[in-house]
């Protein structure tokens, strides 16, 4: 459809016109009738003018609306599965327009102007969740060698409470633009957890097709390769999309990498030593290693980033996080010593460390890294309790050292090879024994993993009345039988199980632990305790 754009010509005619329509009234009338008509024509023209501004506005904002409706269009026929659409980000108040704090992204990325959907990403797993607490950020690359990344989200979420579960995110950075692989890790996440994918405990999220620049001609710095100045270069640019990403979602944001290990009740932790500072702080650090563990206030994340995507290409991260604080609070006319006792006013060191890295082999292809953070302490990888006497038998494969008797008597774990449909592990009372309470864990911090599934707890009757009444009505005790006697109390979840006997069991012969399907992972139990009434 044309447009008419008639009132824009009628203020070019009129505006014309006007020197003549001046000269007649002057010729016509007197000194008075003059300056009348002076000033009536001034007024038209003033309206004319700003009737001209105005279309050029509406006309503007019109051919906005028009390329607008285009490109709705076009995205709705182009729409592919993986890409958040524009729904979702209503939802979580975003748009298609750059935030105030993003629109400098251009100087920085200038490539960004030419691709407009750049800096918005892909939602390949999420559920919106917004407001918490607590948002963690861990990006991941695509490795030569092993991939730590489950395990890592095992250990975040190992025995974490429902109500801090309630109040985070985890947010999965997938920092490839390989279609494949980003539903691969995806898969893996939604596979492995998901109950926490379904509530939106963890999110899946990758850039943009064309959100990094071209890397091939960077200036190689500090001695380092070609390929290292890539590689953190890369890095500087994936932390900073993950940032942005995760700056609207919560109070604060605590920076993670994908091979890493949490200490237990670590939120809480980090809740507790943020709620006692009493002066101003930047970053909160639960790791001295490069840029693990650092905690941030979300509202300072937009000024953080900005200050990474200035000198992205210069240097590492942790030393531009370094040189931010430098800026902030150091004086020229000072000396070293000054400055460092300001920036510590900033920069808060949390002991001991709340992360521990586990990786060996680098995201840097060919580079091996054995950092360990000396702060972090050993690690408490079982835990001991006095056991009654008993027989200890297993039908699964034991691995090297790691041998029932070691858990039961609280020694170190029980680790054997992948489970199979019919295994067990059972332990038989030299004397029947009144049980009340039973606990049974595992998995433990470096291998989060590594637990029992689909496994039943199940306990034999000592006396062999209660035995044949319980074949013949299982229903008298409430517990669904076994053909050989014993009764099924409780079942592993999340790796864990625990719970009271009923005294109507009376005593027991033997308590044992029955595999039902095969697993796909090894088995370790870290934490063994039957209580009785003697111990």
């Known amino acids: 459809m044309r447009l008419r754009r008639v009132p824009l010509v009628a203020a070019l005619c009129l505006g014309a016109a006007l020197p003549l329509l001046w000269l007649a009234a002057w010729q016509g009338s007197g000194e008075n009738d003059l300056d009348m008509y002076k000033t009536q024509l001034l007024e038209l023209r003033q309206r004319l003018l700003y009737a001209e501004k105005e279309n050029k506005k509406r006309s503007y904002e019109l051919s906005s609306a028009l390329s607008e409706i285009k490109r709705v269009v076009a995205k709705a026929v182009n729409l592919t599965a993986n890409r958040t659409d524009d729904r979702k980000w209503n939802i979580l108040n ?14 920085s990325l200038p490539h960004l102007r030419e691709y407009e959907d750049s800096i918005f990403p892909n939602v390949v797993i999420g559920q919106q969740r917004t407001g918490v607490s607590l948002v963690m950020g861990i990006p991941t690359v695509k490795r030569e060698k092993q991939n730590y990344l489950m395990n890592t989200l095992h250990s975040l979420l190992y025995e974490l409470p429902e109500e801090q579960r309630n109040d985070c995110i985890i947010i999965i950075f997938v920092a490839e633009v390989n279609e494949e692989y980003v539903n691969s890790v995806a898969e893996s996440v939604r596979t492995s957890f998901p109950s926490e994918v379904q509530s939106g405990v963890l999110e899946v999220i990758s850039p943009p097709a064309y959100y990094y620049p071209d890397l091939s ?36 944001y605590l920076q993670l990498e994908d091979d890493i290990i949490a200490k237990p009740e670590y ?73 460092e006792k300001e920036k510590a006013k900033l920069r808060i060191r949390a002991k001991p460390s709340l992360f521990q890295h586990v990786g060996v082999h680098s995201s840097l292809a060919g580079k091996i890294q054995n950092l360990k953070d000396k702060d972090f302490g050993k690690n408490m990888l079982h835990k001991a309790h006095k056991n009654p006497p008993a027989k ?16 039961y008597e609280g020694k170190d ?20 024994l009144k049980v009340e309470k039973y606990l049974f864990r595992s998995g433990n911090m470096e291998h989060p993993g590594d637990k029992l599934f689909n496994t039943t707890v199940e306990v034999l009757p000592a006396d062999e009345t209660i035995r044949k009444d319980l074949l013949d009505n299982e229903s008298k005790f409430n517990y669904p039988a076994t053909k ?23 005593k027991i012969r033997a308590i044992r632990l029955s595999v039902n399907s095969d697993s796909p992972v090894w088995a370790m139990l870290s934490e063994v305790f039957i209580k009785t009434s003697e111990n």
């Not at 809480?268 to 909160?284: C, G, P, V």
């Not at 200890?392 to 858990?407: C, D, F, G, M, N």
């Not at 680790?415 to 038989?428: H, Q």
């Not at 079942?491 to 009923?502: A, D, K, Q």
């Open 94 to 107: 975003l748009t298609r327009k750059l935030p105030m704090h993003l629109t400098n992204l251009h100087y």
């Open 217 to 252: 001609n960077l200036k190689k710095t500090f001695g380092d390769s070609e390929d290292r100045v890539r590689w953190r270069t890369k890095q500087n640019l994936d932390y900073s999309f993950l940032m942005l990403y995760a700056q609207p979602k919560g109070t604060f």
């Open 267 to 339: 939120i809480q932790t980090i809740r507790n030593f943020a709620a006692k500072q009493s002066q101003e702080w930047m970053i909160l650090e639960f790791s001295q290693l490069g840029f693990i563990g650092k905690l941030f206030k979300s509202e300072d994340l937009p000024l953080i980033v900005e200050f990474f995507l200035m000198f992205y290409k210069d240097k590492p991260i942790d030393w531009l996080l370094d040189h931010l604080l430098w800026v902030k609070v150091c004086n020229p006319e000072k000396d070293r010593t000054h400055c």
């Open 392 to 407: 200890l038998a297993t039908s699964l494969r034991i691995y090297q050292q790691y041998t029932l008797e070691k858990v």
């Open 413 to 432: 774990c029980f680790w054997a090879l992948a489970p199979m449909a019919g295994d067990y592990i059972s332990f038989t009372f030299l004397e029947p």
């Open 484 to 506: 050989d006697g014993y009764l099924k109390i409780g079942t592993f979840e999340n790796g864990i199980s625990e719970g009271n006997i009923s005294l109507s069991v009376g």
